[in-house]
C-alpha cells in the first residue's frame, strides 16, 4: 500500500469513447503531473474530435488548451478547469470551471462560468443540445434566427447537478448574449423584423428578451418577452412602438 508516490509524462492521441448521455473526445494530447494528494493535466497542440452524438449529432474536429487541475479535499475529489479554451465549427469557448465530487453523494456539485467569443446564427444551429432541448424550442430558435450575430455570450452554472435542470431553484443556469440580427422572426406566420438588437437571458426552463427592431416599416421596443418554459408556454411578446401602429395590428391580431 503506497502512501507517497508521484508520476509525470505526457500522452499522445489520448481518448474516451461517449457513453450515454455524456460525450467522448479522441485524439488530444498532453503533459501529467501526479501524486496521491491530486495533479494537474495541461494540454498540448493536438486536433482532438468531440463526439458527442446523442446531442450534437457528428463529431467536431476541433482544438483544446489549457489545464486540469484535482485534488483531494477530505474524502472528497475536485476537479478544476483553468482557462481552457475549445474551438471547433465556428465556436470559440473560453471556460473556468470546478466540479466536487463527494464520498457520501451520487450527484457531484458544479461551477461553471464560460465566455464564447462573437459566432453567427449558422454556428449557433450546429450546437443546439439536442438531448435536453426540446423540439419545440429547437424548432423556434431555428426558425427565429434567420441572419445576424451572437455577441457578449457568456453561461453561468452553479449547483447540484442530481437537481439540474433546477427547476426548483436548488441552481442557478444563466446563458445570456446579445443578438445582433439582421432578419429575425418572433412568429412562423410573421413577416421579418430588421435590425434587432435583442438582450436575452435563458434561464434554464425558458427564456427572456427585451430589445429594439424595426417592424414593418416601424421602430418598435420589445419589453420583456419571452417563453416561461420551453416544454409547456407559449411565446409572449410585449411590443410598444410611437408610430404607424395601424400597420402592425393585423399581424399582431393572429
Do not use: C
Request: avoid cysteine; proline fraction near 6%.
Amino acid at each position: 500500500d503506497l502512501k507517497q508516490w508521484s508520476a509525470s509524462g505526457y500522452g499522445k492521441q489520448l481518448g474516451f469513447s461517449p457513453v450515454g448521455n455524456a460525450p467522448g473526445m479522441q485524439d488530444f494530447s498532453g503533459a501529467f503531473n501526479v501524486d496521491q494528494q491530486g495533479g494537474t493535466f495541461r494540454f498540448l497542440k493536438s486536433k482532438p474530435v468531440l463526439d458527442w452524438p446523442v446531442s450534437l449529432g457528428k463529431p467536431i474536429p476541433s482544438t483544446l488548451a489549457g489545464q486540469l487541475v484535482w485534488w483531494k479535499s477530505g474524502p472528497d475529489w475536485v476537479l478544476a478547469a483553468r482557462d481552457l479554451n475549445w474551438q471547433g465549427a465556428g465556436l470559440n469557448i473560453m471556460l473556468d470551471s470546478q466540479i466536487q465530487f463527494y464520498h457520501s453523494k451520487n450527484a457531484p456539485m458544479l461551477n461553471l462560468a464560460a465566455r464564447i467569443a462573437p459566432f453567427d446564427f449558422k454556428t449557433a444551429k450546429r450546437f443546439w443540445l439536442r438531448n435536453s432541448m426540446p423540439d419545440s424550442s429547437i424548432r423556434w430558435l431555428d426558425m427565429a434566427l434567420v441572419k445576424g450575430q451572437i455577441r457578449d455570450a457568456s453561461i453561468v452554472m452553479a449547483g447540484d447537478l442530481g437537481r439540474w435542470p433546477f427547476t426548483d431553484k436548488a441552481g442557478r443556469f444563466s446563458a445570456r448574449a446579445t443578438i445582433l440580427a439582421e432578419q429575425f422572426k418572433f412568429a412562423a406566420d410573421w413577416p421579418e423584423a430588421q435590425n434587432a438588437k435583442l438582450f436575452t437571458d435563458f434561464n434554464g426552463p425558458g427564456f427572456t428578451a427585451i430589445g429594439t427592431a424595426s417592424f414593418l416599416g416601424n421602430p418598435i421596443e420589445l419589453k420583456t418577452s419571452g417563453i416561461e418554459s420551453f416544454a409547456k408556454s407559449d411565446l409572449k411578446v410585449n411590443v410598444h412602438s410611437s408610430s404607424k401602429m395601424q400597420t402592425l395590428l393585423p399581424v399582431l391580431k393572429n
